[in-house]
């Protein structure tokens, strides 16, 4: 994700959150970082990526309006074309100054990652100010929510968390094989401070041990 981390009270500023596919499934063990102005021959530039980059935001398919999973079925075949040709995907941060200051965690086929969208008029101050803090969650392949955060029975991709700047949610792996995120400080949705992600510590689990002192 983009942002300015030493001006999060900026609200000039556009900001997006990306998914950029690995590609480097080549066959080639060369230590050549190709790129489009660089001359590839034909078996190349079928099996190595590296020979078309670099590339930008227009090579990366547009996620913001989520017509993947909201569209009707012909805007839905339309969407899912278009990613499968895309490089990626990405997120406009359509918030007035919203921005990603923080690192994504993805688990379980989920994208976790904070944002901040400063208040308006708050701009002439250089320490951070109350804000809004939001957790989005998204579908690494897609873009597309994964949870009913309100349960209204219609997936949201985001949800807020606060005022304050919100940080990477730490991962937790419970004793009952369970992996939660813990929500920075602010806590999370209703003030939660943890959430299920669905995930489970596959076998073989963890084993502690400790030594008793006689």
């Given amino acids: 994700g983009t942002g300015d981390r030493t001006n999060p009270n900026a609200t000039d500023v556009s900001n997006q959150f990306y998914m950029i596919r690995d590609l480097q499934l080549s066959i080639y063990t060369t230590d050549r970082l190709g790129s489009k102005t660089d001359t590839c021959t034909t078996e190349e530039k079928t099996k ?80 951070p100010l109350a804000g809004k803090g939001m957790l ?24 807020e968390l606060g005022t304050l700047i919100p ?21 999370g949705p209703s003030g939660e401070m943890q959430l299920d992600s669905g995930a489970e510590l596959p076998q073989p689990y963890a084993v502690y041990w400790y030594r008793e002192e006689q």
């Fill in 48 to 127: 190595d990526f590296r020979c078309y980059l670099p590339f930008n935001t227009t090579d990366l398919d547009d996620a913001t309006s989520n017509i993947t999973q909201t569209g009707s079925s012909g805007q839905k075949a339309s969407a899912i074309e278009s990613l499968a040709s895309a490089n990626g995907w990405r997120l406009d941060l359509t918030g007035v100054g919203e921005k990603s200051l923080s690192k994504s965690v993805t688990i379980y086929g989920s994208v976790y990652f904070t944002t901040f969208t400063p208040d308006d008029g708050l701009t002439t101050s250089c320490v």
């Fill in 167 to 187: 940080d990477t949610p730490a991962i937790h792996y419970g004793s009952d094989k369970k992996i939660r995120l813990l929500f920075p400080s602010g806590g």
């Fill in 136 to 159: 989005y969650q998204v579908d690494l392949h897609n873009a597309t929510a994964t949870r009913d955060y309100d349960n209204d029975g219609v997936l949201d991709r985001m949800v």
